[in-house]
T-cell receptor, first 113, second 114 residues
Framework: EDQVTQSPEALRLQEGESSSLNCSYT??????LFWYRQDPGKGPEFLFTLYSAGEEKEKERLKATLTKKESFLHITAPKPEDSATYLCAVQAQVQGGSEKLVFGKGTKLTVNP | GAGVSQSPSNKVTEKGKDVELRCDPI?????LYWYRQSLGQGLEFLIYFQGNSAPDKSGLPSDRFSAERTGGSVSTLTIQRTQQEDSAVYLC????????????FGPGTRLTVT
């Protein structure tokens, strides 16, 4: 069964204090790993897709990396507006079958000014 | 451009009643997905549509849940004889084409069963 585990569950940072969020996964053939941001009361907002180990993607203060067993979301010099829940999801390679995403429970990030 | 829209945004219903939740995907997106997000839980997959067909219904929790999609566009998720454990946020997502991973989510419908 495909599984995604995110850690920590919650993280508090001071503005400017860089850190990383972890996403560990087990999947029967990885098609893609996805990072989303979710603000309270809203749907998840797409951030990145990573397809193979060694791949990196960047967007503003965020950088996502991928290995064969985990992904990291690095946040450099965060600002209060980066506060949100960050979700990780995997899509498995399934012939003729589902395109579903399997999500972790998320990391709730709070950045204090 | 317009994103995924869902209606209603909030629904309060009594136990035992039927409810219908609607999703309008991004124009031109052929793939459509329904997920459920319960308090303290991750997003849980319910059903996937490619066009009007549903190749994967494996996440529907019981036969009280059904969904359809018409004209390759709008989708309706129906829950019959609602139970308190059905209370959750129901999220719809769409994707431009089969095999492309990025799914774009709507704002969700918060369902409360009293």
């Amino acid at each position: 069964e495909d599984q995604v585990t995110q850690s920590p569950e919650a993280l508090r940072l001071q503005e400017g204090e860089s850190s990383s969020l972890n996403c560990s996964y087990t999947v029967s053939g990885l098609r893609g790993l996805f990072w989303y941001r979710q603000d309270p009361g809203k749907g998840p907002e797409f951030l990145f897709t990573l397809y193979s180990a060694g791949e990196e993607k960047e967007k503003e203060r965020l950088k996502a990396t991928l290995t064969k067993k985990e992904s990291f979301l690095h946040i450099t010099a965060p600002k209060p507006e980066d506060s949100a829940t960050y979700l990780c999801a995997v899509q498995a390679q399934v012939q003729g079958g589902s395109e579903k995403l399997v999500f972790g429970k998320g990391t709730k990030l709070t950045v204090n000014p | 451009g317009a994103g995924v829209s869902q209606s209603p945004s909030n629904k309060v219903t009594e136990k035992g009643k039927d409810v219908e939740l609607r999703c309008d995907p991004i124009s031109g997106h052929t793939a459509l997905y329904w997920y459920r997000q319960s308090l303290g839980q991750g997003l849980e997959f319910l059903i996937y549509f490619q066009g009007n067909s549903a190749p994967d219904k494996s996440g529907l929790p019981s036969d009280r849940f059904s969904a359809e999609r018409t004209g390759g566009s709008v989708s309706t998720l129906t829950i019959q004889r609602t139970q308190q454990e059905d209370s959750a946020v129901y999220l719809c997502a769409s994707s431009p084409r089969q095999g492309l991973g990025e799914q774009y989510f709507g704002p969700g419908t918060r369902l409360t069963v009293t």
